[in-house]
């Protein structure tokens, strides 16, 4: 048995900082941290917006959970002590992982309905499928998708074929874009307090 064991997650909280020249981890993730305090477990750890999810199977008991707080409580990582690379290389993957939540959360459509459809790798590569599917006249109609609240929605014809993928594409390009802006400010940091000002306010 697991429990996903949730936390409010901080820019001390640290997954892992890779140095690419190296090989080596900057700083010790906090993967390693719980695995370390307890040897023979597996340990899941994953962050998605301000919340840190840790799994460690087989379960704690309660009395090592309180362990398991306190460790992610004192796992901090002092950045006016780091350097300006490693503070450059955390607020990169910030923004990447940033990236997967916004195509977690997918697009809208119809605009302004509530209604989302998924944006990560796989359902992208179905939507250019149909896409490409109903260029060549190979698409029949209509066409059931299922969204992210997990209701069946038709795409009547060809027109909203293109106008559903297009939207989608929009999006997709919004959060490609705005990645893209964020880290070149980071990267024209020239000193710690810059790079820690860099703020990714993107919904």
Do not use: W
């Given at each position: 048995m697991s429990t996903i064991h949730t936390y409010t997650r901080?820019?001390?909280?640290?997954?892992?900082?890779?140095?690419?020249?190296?090989?080596?981890?900057?700083?010790?993730?906090?993967?390693?941290?719980?695995?370390?305090?307890?040897?023979?477990?597996?340990?899941?750890?994953?962050?998605?917006?301000?919340?840190?999810?840790?799994?460690?199977?087989?379960?704690?008991?309660?009395?090592?959970?309180?362990v398991l707080d306190s460790l992610i409580a004192d796992h901090k990582a002092e950045f006016p002590n780091r350097s300006l690379a490693v503070c450059k290389a955390r607020k990169v993957q910030m923004i990447k992982d940033k990236n997967l939540d916004l195509e977690a959360a997918g697009f809208e459509f119809p605009p302004a309905t509530g209604q989302r459809f998924d944006l990560q790798l796989y359902s992208r590569s179905t939507w250019?499928?149909?896409?490409?599917?109903?260029?060549?006249?190979?698409?029949?109609?209509?066409?059931?998708?299922?969204?992210?609240?997990?209701?069946?929605?038709?795409?009547?014809?060809?027109?909203?074929?293109?106008?559903?993928?297009?939207?989608?594409l929009a999006r997709q390009k919004y959060i490609f874009d705005s990645s893209a802006f964020l880290?070149?400010?980071?990267?024209?940091?020239?000193?710690?307090?810059?790079?820690?000002?860099?703020?990714?306010?993107?919904?």
């Open positions: 901080s820019y001390n909280h640290v997954l892992g900082v890779y140095d690419m020249a190296s090989g080596c981890c900057m700083e010790t993730p906090i993967s390693s941290l719980v695995q370390q305090q307890f040897p023979g477990r597996i340990v899941k750890v994953r962050a998605s917006g301000a919340v840190l999810y840790v799994t460690v199977i087989p379960d704690l008991t309660l009395e090592q959970t309180t250019q499928g149909m896409s490409i599917a109903d260029f060549y006249k190979m698409l029949p109609y209509p066409q059931p998708v299922r969204n992210l609240q997990e209701d069946i929605f038709y795409i009547e014809d060809s027109a909203m074929m293109a106008y559903f993928f297009g939207c989608g880290i070149n400010q980071v990267n024209a940091c020239t000193t710690i307090e810059e790079c820690m000002a860099v703020q990714d306010n993107r919904q």
